[in-house]
Nanobody, 125 residues
Framework: QVQLVESGGGLVQAGDALRLSCAAS????????MGWFRQPPGKKREFVAA????????DYTDSVKARFTISRDNAKTTVFLQMNSLKPEDTAVYYC??????????????????WGQGTQVTVSS
């Protein structure tokens, strides 16, 4: 089992950058594919990005490609989401999630077993 704790959210202006972190407990972090999801106000939770155990495979939703970068540090059991050129439509609660399959990445909520509590990102125009 793994426990996930997100941090790094906040209130920023459009065009600014933020770096989210997700610290994972447990020595088996490297066995999990990790993902970031977000839930905008009044909307369903949606996929943002995912990375496999070795960082060799990544996937992004179209709206964040070329602006967001997912990465991980297995030694520090942490996954990151670097968010550049933020837009008001990026406003959401951002969740970190772990998939119990280190080789394949996925973009559906049901493919992830463990979830963090979320961190709020608010982008003002």
């Amino acid at each position: 089992q793994v426990q996930l704790v997100e941090s790094g959210g906040g209130l920023v202006q459009a065009g600014d950058a933020l770096r989210l972190s997700c610290a994972a407990s447990g020595r088996t972090f490297r066995y999990y594919t990790m993902g970031w999801f977000r839930q905008p106000p009044g909307k369903k939770r949606e996929f943002v990005a995912a990375i496999n155990w070795g960082g060799t495979l990544t996937d992004y939703t179209d709206s964040v490609k070329a602006r967001f970068t997912i990465s991980r540090d297995n030694a520090k059991t942490t996954v990151f989401l670097q968010m550049n050129s933020l837009k008001p439509e990026d406003t959401a609660v951002y969740y970190c999630a772990a998939r119990d399959d280190r080789y394949t990445i996925a973009n559906r909520e049901n493919d992830y077993k463990y979830w963090g509590q979320g961190t709020q990102v608010t982008v003002s125009s």
